[in-house]
């Protein structure tokens, strides 16, 4: 015979509300580290690599001119990222092909699909070329090292990267995991940008000014936004950032947006105008090649470049991953293809770098990313009046954009930009310049009396 009155004990409502407290909290922090990720992804999608080539961008616009230019590209990058995920959320899609697939058919997601693949598959290659040639310098700077060592060849240092970091990094399945790694990236971007500004001081007094330095506009405009859209583009990752979010929507997006683009155009002016104010019209399109060999500060700052290089590497990985899943395996890869998958594309991507030493990346890819695609998309799904802010901004960056990508590319192939590794600036040179010798023990900037008359440069 059982007990009388024998039940199920029930806790207290103070332990009940206690408990969902707990996991209410534990909750709100997972999610708060998801964003957290998510905007470092972004930022570092951003200012990962491109920001080297900004300083550039206000030598062919004109430093006013540029700096204007810079913060229209940014604002354009912001509205049309938040953009594609309403065009997303209208159609019932939550990748960027299938949103094209759903607007415009099979063969705007044919071309998209194209677009997407190769842009971040160019990347990767020119990631690999960046890392070999920028490590390469700076082990060449240590003292006790044969500059000639095959160990510290381009060539090895692309294998060893990409063995040793950039395909285990690649390998991860959530893009969110990669937070971590996107804040290290910013960090030492910080830490470039720190060297920049200290540089601006140092250095800029000695480098002749250039006749043009401080004129409104120049007639490369058109090519300085396409490096600019360069440096901003990461489009072609977005929905992958925006789905490894916890609750994923528009609202949490836009604010992920804002604060990313806010935190990446800051550091983007900040170089662009450091780097041009040190070099004016000598800045070329990789302000490391401004500085000389033997300032050490400076090949500290290219080693920081070449690892946040190859942490901007895996996330470019993710999205030409991504774009074959879903045209060849309906979106789904098991681990086994997953693995396959990108053992073959990075495979690819390090061939092809190990066999070319000079790539350049125009605005053919960029601008229809960035600009044309998310404004058509989302012009045609919306039900907006025709006034609504939304379709007017809509309306200006379709024509824009169609202009700045064919300009550009015509502008690149008639005039194409020469890579030229490590050639050195005059006024590196003892007998050619006013700037003769770097040294950076205690940080100090020394100089020799002027050689040549500067005066023939202004």
């Known amino acids: 015979m059982g007990y009388q009155g024998q039940r199920q004990v029930v806790p207290p409502q103070s332990d009940l509300d206690d408990r969902e407290t707990l996991v209410s909290e534990h909750k709100h922090r997972g999610e708060t580290c998801r964003q957290s990720a998510a905007v470092f992804n972004v930022v570092n999608s951003i200012i990962g690599s491109g920001i080297i080539g900004l300083p550039y961008s206000m030598n062919q616009a004109g430093f006013p001119l540029g700096i204007l230019l810079l913060f229209w ?51 990767m290659i020119s990631y690999n070329i960046i890392t070999g040639d920028t490590l390469s310098k700076v082990f060449q700077r240590i003292p006790v090292v044969d500059p000639e060592n095959l160990l510290i060849g381009r060539h090895f240092i692309i294998v060893l990267s990409t063995i040793a970091f950039t395909l285990p990094l690649s390998l991860y399945r959530d893009i969110a995991k990669l937070g971590k790694i996107s804040l290290v990236s910013t960090v030492l971007t910080t830490l470039i940008l720190g060297i920049v500004m200290a540089r601006v001081v140092s250095l800029s007094p000695h480098i002749p000014k250039t006749e043009d330095a401080w004129i409104f506009a120049k007639p490369n405009a058109i090519q300085a936004i396409g490096v600019m859209s360069f440096a901003f583009i990461c489009h072609h990752n977005c929905f992958l950032v925006y789905g490894s979010l916890e609750e994923p929507t528009v609202a949490k997006w836009s604010r992920i947006i804002h604060v990313s683009t806010l935190i990446s155009v800051f550091i983007s002016i900040l170089f662009a105008t450091c780097g041009y104010l040190t070099f004016t019209g000598f800045t070329q399109g990789d302000l490391f090649e401004n500085y000389c060999r033997n300032d050490d500060l ?25 774009v074959i899943a879903n045209v060849f395996f309906g979106g789904n890869l098991s681990l086994f293809f997953h693995i396959i998958i990108t053992v073959i594309i990075i495979t690819v991507a390090t061939l092809v770098s190990l066999l070319i030493d000079c790539l350049g990346i125009g605005v053919l890819c960029a601008a229809p990313l960035i600009f044309i695609i998310p404004s058509a998309c989302y012009l045609k799904l919306s039900e907006e009046r025709r006034t609504h802010s939304d379709k007017i901004m809509s309306c200006v960056m379709l024509p824009i954009g169609a202009v700045v990508m064919i300009v550009g590319f015509v502008m690149a192939v008639t005039n194409p930009q020469d890579c030229t590794h490590g050639q050195e600036m005059f006024y590196c040179f003892p007998d050619n310049s006013s700037l003769t010798n770097i040294s950076v023990s205690h940080f100090q900037l020394t100089t020799q009396p002027p050689i040549l008359n500067i005066s023939t440069f202004q």
């Open 73 to 123: 590209v940014s604002y354009i990058t912001d509205f049309s990222l938040v953009l594609l995920i309403k065009g997303g959320a209208l159609s019932g899609t939550d990748t960027y092909q299938s949103l094209v697939n759903k607007t415009f058919g099979f063969p705007g997601y044919l071309l998209l699909s194209v677009l997407q693949f190769l842009y971040p598959f160019i990347a």
């Open 298 to 322: 400076v090949t500290f700052g290219r080693f920081c470049y070449g690892v946040t290089v190859i942490l901007t590497y895996p996330i470019e990985c993710f999205v030409t991953r991504e």
